[in-house]
């Protein structure tokens, strides 16, 4: 007698009558079409009796009052024989008097479209505070990189671990190189001259920005899932082959990546310039290049309000000095010859780029020295022609080159991710009329027209507007000019004049100006301006002729277009040392978007070169600075822009005490939606245009995984290809069934099954090999049909890049390739200044594992700190398309052994093109053995085992099963 076992959540059923039960069990195995194995069981309708005992396990959902009593699963056992066949769920169907009716099942797959809904990759839960995957990135940054990178590779090869990310060298465009020599021409055009497109040498500057993390798919998973407060688990977990499984970085390419920029903002520039180096050195009538002065070239003169200035980039320049730190990749440096014929012409280029918008403390500070030559003396270079003369004269009158009568000025500059810092058109900006103050030069007489009129204090702020400038930030301004033109009254003819300088927040005050954008800055000048000119009007309660105007120096507190940043720590100062020498500091805290960079530029008026006898030369020749030093400080303050309190003209917002709002110099703040500091949230790199559910069904899809929701909030992904068919053994249906008992009906097995990835043929993978990573399997069938699967994720291709060993002989490495073909097409470097500028973040997805770190020893002989990331090295991840330490696996959908599409997917190959169907008696044991695992011997061939149809525990009714023939 059979003895049959049936549990509801894990307590047995009253079972009257074995018969009346009526357990009748289907079960799917394999369906050719879906190139898939399965084990889907289900049951006919099942009647169970209604007892004491049923009715406590179903929570009396015999009494009418109990509510949704056909909305619960219910785990489900079935025992034959003390032998499991059934493992699954039971749902109530109808409930009558006597009975409880419904079917066993094993749930169906679920989605995870109701679960994450359009929600991204990098913000897959609807509470923002959850979207949080923090990765410890503490500084010194790039040897977190390399420290990580190793660990990755130890903990897959001996730990048999997967760490969350790795940063591998990928090339998603061009390697971003500097140029050799800018001024190499093709056609007439001015291209740079370029290092090979294949080559990765010191002229390389990668940024961190170059080496996103690539996180590994089965951790990005459950994070996802943990960001729901949703768990998942499952065979595909413990699968090596998926464990270990790497994808790269996905975005469109003006995403903003979060790095941790409180930690890698920090920019320091420093250096020393001189107009002329060896002005004193001997020149022999058989002059060589080597004992002739060295001059600054790259002087720009422009024309202003009919004055003549000179202006050099200090961080352009041939006479500069630079040193700098970085602590992150802000900053590219570059050397170059800047003549041919001279090799003391060395050009030196440092840009500055900032890498996130926000607030920054910027910090100059300087010192000018003006050259203190002879009466007559002056210079001209050989080649240029160029004037350069020098300050001293016998009095200080008003044809000498000092403080009292010329104007200098050092500036910080800002290009708005323009690449022009406006040196071409640049004079001095620190003017006291227009088009910097919004007022004239007009001293006539009481007219209330030209009054009043506001002057900064000698060595206090001189706010900027940006109508003078708007690429200004902060400076520094030394010098006067006399008469009408441009002049602060106040300032005696004894005093010498110098203020620090800041472009004015907000816009300009002259509504005629075109302003691209608002500025927010804020700067200390909390001090008193001059005015002059009261109205008299505005000074008393009773009526006044308008026309009359009181003409006396007053003093007031004005606020007038001004920000306070209410801090004695504010570093700000400015001096002269003598008429020929000052020097100052200028900080304030300005707004700058990510992209744009900044420099330091000098800038002085052209010079009178007074000659013995008294005669002189205006604007004879270029002013000389002996030397300035200077060093720019860039720091990251905060990301919020509503911690700005200004009006919109650039005025302070009042408290309710009718006070200026004040802002501090060290109101930094580092926080999780600002400028990180130690930290990186790796959801952030996560694709921001893939939603979750897509990609987990894409993902199901491309390694034929099974996604299934056993209970409310727990969810399991599985490999589907749990037991192979066929593989455990065979049965011997031989003496238990007769052939010719047997039916048959069409296999509907195609003749082709096409699995492959998305492929993009503009790829330059895909162009340079033709390659795509698909596969075909051949069934043997001849209806001439063909299944096709496409994944949406792309094939992982790689080039040969020559790298510098060193013994400087070059090795060759295959690094990823993720770049469209049309960067590669000119086999020159003709086009690399516009070809590395476009960046290809924005191909699909594609997959990889870790292979070594590169630069580790014996390894090529390469370098060890091969990998420069702005002033730091690091050592990055090589990566393959084969994992081969447990288990092999090969990252494409050929039909050779290891690939996906052998290792994740049922293919069988058959000379029939029909099912064969047989009647039987089965066994509890026998329809055990009948899941997959095992063949079934019948008429001298061996079958598999496709579907089982009424399976009866009892053996009162034949059971249907359904046979494939084995090739």
Not at 229 to 253: R, V, W
């Amino acid at each position: 007698m059979v003895q049959i076992e049936f549990y509801i959540n894990n307590k047995l059923i009253d079972v009257t009558d074995a018969d009346k039960l009526g357990i009748r069990l289907n079960r799917q195995i394999f369906k050719p079409a879906e190139f898939t194995s399965k084990d889907s069981q289900m049951s006919y309708t099942i009647t169970i009796p209604n007892t004491v005992t049923n009715n406590k396990i179903f929570n009396y959902a015999n009494v009418e009052e109990v509510k949704d009593k056909f909305n619960i699963e219910y785990d489900a056992k079935v025992y034959i024989d003390f032998i499991l066949v059934f493992n699954g769920k039971f749902m109530l169907k109808e409930i009558s008097e006597t009975t409880y009716k419904g079917n066993l099942y094993v749930p169906v797959y679920k989605s995870v479209k109701d679960i994450f809904g359009d929600r991204t990759m990098n913000a897959p839960s609807n509470i923002p505070d959850k979207n949080k995957w923090w990765f410890n990135f503490y500084y010194n940054n790039a040897d977190v990189i390399t420290e990580w990178n190793y660990d990755v590779q130890l903990d897959m090869a001996t730990n048999n671990k997967s760490k969350d990310c790795m940063f591998p060298f990928i090339l998603y465009g061009l390697m971003p190189k500097v140029t050799k020599d800018p001024s190499k021409q093709v056609n007439g055009e001015q291209v740079g001259d370029f290092t090979d497109k294949d080559l990765y040498d010191s002229f390389v500057r990668m940024g961190f920005e170059d080496i996103p993390p690539a996180m590994n798919v089965m951790n990005t998973i459950q994070k996802m899932f943990e960001a729901n407060d949703l768990s998942i688990e499952g065979t595909a977990f413990q699968d090596d082959k998926l464990k270990h499984l790497y994808m790269s970085y996905s975005n469109p390419s003006d995403y903003n990546q979060e790095w941790n920029y409180g930690n890698l903002c920090n920019i320091n520039v420093s250096g020393n310039w001189e107009t002329i180096k060896d002005k004193n050195r001997y020149i022999s009538l058989f002059p060589s290049t080597h004992n002739l002065p060295k001059y600054e070239r790259l002087l720009t003169k422009n024309s202003m309000n009919g004055t003549h200035y000179y202006v050099v980039d200090l961080l352009d320049s041939i006479n500069s000095t630079i040193t700098y730190t970085d602590s992150g990749s802000n900053i590219t440096y570059n050397e170059w010859q800047y003549e041919q014929n001279d090799d003391r012409y060395i050009r030196k280029n440092c840009l500055i780029t900032i890498p996130k918008s926000g607030w920054y403390k910027v910090t100059l500070n300087s010192q000018l020295y003006l050259c203190d030559g002879g009466e007559n003396q002056n210079w001209t270079d050989p080649i240029t022609k160029q004037r350069y003369i020098q300050t001293r004269t016998e009095r200080n009158s008003k044809w000498n080159n000092w403080f009292g009568q010329k104007e200098y000025e050092i500036q910080v500059l800002r290009d708005y991710a323009e690449s022009d810092f406006g040196l071409d058109n640049r004079g001095i900006v620190g003017y006291y009329f227009k088009p910097n103050l919004p007022q004239n030069n007009t001293f006539n007489g009481n007219s209330t027209d030209n009054y009043p009129k506001y002057f900064p204090q000698n060595q206090k702020p001189l706010i900027v507007d940006p109508s003078a400038d708007s690429r200004f930030v902060c400076g520094l301004h030394f010098g006067r000019r006399k008469g009408n033109e441009n002049y602060n009254p106040k300032v005696t003819d004894g005093a010498t004049t110098c203020n620090t300088m800041y472009v004015k927040s907000g816009w300009s005050w002259d509504n005629t100006f075109y302003q691209k954008q608002r500025i927010y800055n804020l700067y200390d000048n909390n001090h008193w301006v001059h005015f002059w000119g009261d109205i008299e009007a505005e000074l008393s309660d009773v009526e006044a002729d308008d026309d009359v105007a009181t003409l006396a120096w007053n003093s007031g507190d004005v606020y007038k277009n001004r920000c306070i940043l209410n801090d004695i720590s504010l570093p700000q100062s400015i001096e002269t040392y003598d008429l020929k020498s000052g020097g100052g500091q200028a900080s304030c805290i300005i707004w700058l978007e990510e992209g744009e960079h900044l420099t330091v530029a000098a800038v002085g008026e052209s010079g009178v070169y007074r000659r013995e006898g008294h005669s002189v030369k205006r604007d004879y020749g270029c002013w000389v600075a002996d030397n300035i030093n200077f060093s720019l400080s860039i720091e990251p303050f905060r990301t919020d822009i509503t911690y700005n309190k200004q009006l919109s003209n650039g005025e302070p917002s009042l408290d309710d005490n009718g006070n200026p709002v004040t802002h501090s110099w060290n109101d930094s703040i580092f926080t999780e939606d600002g400028f990180l500091k130690d930290k990186i949230n790796l959801f952030s790199f996560l694709p921001s245009e893939i939603k979750v559910n897509d990609f987990i069904d894409n993902i199901c899809k491309a390694f034929n995984l099974r996604l299934s929701q056993p209970e409310k909030g727990k969810f399991r992904l599985d490999v589907k290809q749990v037991k192979e068919l066929g593989k455990n053994g065979v049965v011997d249906f031989e003496n238990k069934f007769n052939i010719k008992q047997r039916t048959n009906e069409p296999l509907g097995l195609p003749s082709e099954i096409n699995i492959k990835f998305s492929i993009n043929e503009d790829e330059e993978g895909y162009v340079s090999t033709n390659e795509d990573g698909g596969g075909t399997f051949v069934t043997g069938a001849v209806d001439g049909s063909t299944i096709e699967q496409s994944s949406t994720f792309s094939y992982c291709w790689y080039k040969d890049i020559r790298f510098t060993k060193r013994d400087n002989t070059i090795a060759i490495d295959a690094v990823p390739i993720i770049s469209k073909h049309e960067v590669w097409e000119n086999p020159t470097p003709d086009d690399y200044s516009e070809m590395q500028k476009k960046w290809y973040t924005d191909l699909p997805l594609r997959f990889f594992y870790p292979d070594d770190v590169i630069g580790i020893d014996g390894d090529y002989d390469f370098n060890s700190r091969i990998f420069k990331i702005g002033s730091q090295y690091a050592n990055l991840m090589r990566v393959k398309n084969d994992y081969d330490i447990t288990m092999k696996n090969i990252l494409d959908y050929k039909n050779v052994e290891h690939s996906i599409l052998n290792n994740y997917f049922t293919l069988i190959t058959t000379n029939d093109t029909n099912y064969t169907t047989i009647e039987t008696y089965l066994t509890a044991e026998e329809y055990e053995l009948l899941d997959g695992r095992n063949l079934i011997k019948l008429n001298s061939d061996l079958y598999y085992v496709s579907e089982i149809s009424g399976y009866d525990p009892l053996m009162k009714q034949k059971t249907q099963i359904k046979l494939i023939r084995k090739i």
